[in-house]
Nanobody
Framework: QVQLAESGGGLVQPGGSLRLSCAAS????????MAWYRQAPGKQRELVAVISSGGSTNYADSVKGRFTISRDNAKNTVYLQMNSLKPEDTAVYYCKADTLSPSMTRSVDWGQGTQVTVSS
């Protein structure tokens, strides 16, 4: 079983920055893709950024040039650096991890979410 623990959300003014972290723990042999999603009130959950085990990244058009996803494989942790934040970035942010257990069982797990609010 895999647990994902997110941290780093909060209230920030427009133009400000936040850094989200998501640490994976539990029965993990390897972590493949890690990603950040977000869900604003009344909207569907959407992909924000994704990073492969080798470090390849991809971003939603709405965050390109402002957000950076990275990972520390030694710590089983993924980060999301968010700069130049806008009110429309307000949402609950979730991390997602695609993992392999020591028995080679694949698991896709979600964190509990962390609130990001961008407001003056």
């Amino acid at each position: 079983q895999v647990q994902l623990a997110e941290s780093g959300g909060g209230l920030v003014q427009p133009g400000g920055s936040l850094r989200l972290s998501c640490a994976a723990s539990g029965s993990i042999f390897a972590i493949n893709v890690m990603a950040w999603y977000r869900q604003a009130p009344g909207k569907q959950r959407e992909l924000v950024a994704v990073i492969s085990s080798g470090g390849s990244t991809n971003y939603a058009d709405s965050v390109k040039g402002r957000f950076t996803i990275s990972r520390d494989n030694a710590k089983n942790t993924v980060y999301l650096q968010m700069n130049s934040l806008k009110p429309e970035d307000t949402a609950v942010y979730y991390c997602k991890a695609d993992t392999l257990s020591p028995s080679m069982t694949r698991s896709v797990d979600w964190g509990q979410g962390t609130q990001v609010t961008v407001s003056s």
